[in-house]
């Protein structure tokens, strides 16, 4: 039977089984693999955000914002609504293979309001 997210161990569960998705998957992948350098380093952080997002714990620490417009940037202004879909349904697959309940549903909104803003924003710094 699955569980709700209850601490950080959790959270890095999600985070790791979620980019092993996004890594080998054929349509965004390349965007993650051709911009970060340091997995290890770059999933701790992810971590730090998600569990401040979910336990409201001062973790992290970073831009996600403007990170994503210079992926965005380095790679032609490629980035588009599609890409934010495919990355939504293998967060959602991710948790759904994991976990139920309040947090889980927690995140999964919490990542439709990201990257909704997330796109926003790209979209905006086109000019």
Known sequence: MKQDLKNRNDVQLLVSEFYKKVRENKEIGFYFNNSIKNWDEHLE?????????????SKYSGNPQKAHIAVDAQNNQQINAEHFGIWMNLWFETIDEHFEGELAQR??????????????????NRG
């Open 45 to 57: 952080k992810l971590t730090d955000f998600w569990e401040s997002n979910l336990f409201f714990v």
């Open 107 to 124: 995140a999964k909104n919490n990542a439709r309001k990201l990257s909704s803003h997330l796109y926003l924003k790209i979209f905006q």
